[in-house]
C-alpha cells in the first residue's frame, strides 16, 4: 500500500480522486482491522490477493502515460477510463471494510437487541 499511497499523490487527477473516494483511508483501516484481528484476513482476501495487486499495476501504468513531456488526447482518454476504473476498485476497498468489520456491527446489534428487551421485561 506504501506505493499506491504515494502514488495517489503524484497528479492531480489521482489527489481529487482518492479524495473523493477516500481510498486510502479505507485501505489503510483495512489493514488496522487485520492486524487486530488476523482472522478477518478470509473476509478481506479479494482485498488482499485481487484490489491491491490490481490497483498497485494499473496506478504503475497510469503514471508512466501520466509523466510523458506529451499527452495525446487518445492518451488522455485512457487516463480517464483508468481513473474510472481506479474509483470502482475504491468502491471495492470500502466493501472490503464493511466486511472486516462485520463482526463488529453483528455484535453491537446482538447488544442493542439484548439491552432493548432486558428494558422490556423491567418496565
Not at 502514488?7 to 482491522?33: C, F, R, S
Amino acid at each position: 500500500l506504501t506505493d499506491i499511497k504515494r502514488w495517489l499523490g503524484k497528479t492531480k487527477g489521482l489527489i481529487k480522486l482518492n479524495e473523493e473516494t477516500q481510498l486510502m483511508y479505507y485501505a489503510d483501516a483495512v489493514m488496522q482491522e487485520m492486524a487486530k484481528e488476523p482472522a478477518d484476513l478470509m473476509r478481506a482476501n479479494d482485498f488482499v490477493y485481487k484490489t491491491v495487486p490490481t490497483l498497485h499495476e494499473l496506478l504503475a501504468s497510469y503514471l508512466e502515460i501520466a509523466q510523458h513531456e506529451i499527452i495525446s488526447d487518445a492518451q488522455k482518454e485512457e487516463l480517464r477510463n483508468a481513473r474510472a476504473v481506479i474509483r470502482d476498485l475504491a468502491v471495492k476497498v470500502q466493501a472490503a471494510y464493511l466486511a472486516v468489520t462485520e463482526d463488529d456491527v453483528a455484535s453491537l446489534r446482538d447488544k442493542v437487541s439484548v439491552a432493548k428487551r432486558t428494558m422490556e421485561d423491567t418496565l
